[in-house]
């Protein structure tokens, strides 16, 4: 049977990229770039080869493997992280909130090592 992939949409790659530690470019130009013909495993195993010439870290190279078994039909989307939401009663001067990323405290909505939003109240 000859193996078919969908083209994932804009979003799905930007949500794919959005992660501490991933290379956007490298996941939206490999993502870009599946050859469906040649099969999930041919595919998966042409972005190693390239992850080993390009340096691609650990989270790039997961990302791009998500990608590929979404497009071709064997994975779905993680789903969306939900929205954080602060109360104002909660947020104090001092450090109230913690990276969900990397696990460092803030006090804004935005981490200041990593810059992921994904921030949460410490309980
Ligand atoms: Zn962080």
Known sequence: MQATARNLTSSEIEQL??????????????????????????????????????????????AIARGIAVAFG????????????????????TTTLVCLECGAGTNTLECPRCGSADVDVRI
């Open 17 to 62: 990229a959005n992660h501490a530690g991933v290379k956007a470019r490298a996941v939206e130009n490999f993502l870009a770039t599946i050859y469906a013909p040649i099969g999930e495993r041919r595919n998966l195993a042409n972005m190693y080869c390239d992850a080993g010439q390009y340096g691609w870290n650990k989270a790039t190279q997961s």
């Open 74 to 93: 064997s994975a779905k989307m993680p789903a969306p992280k939900p929205a954080t939401y602060a109360t104002p009663k909660l947020q104090k001067r």
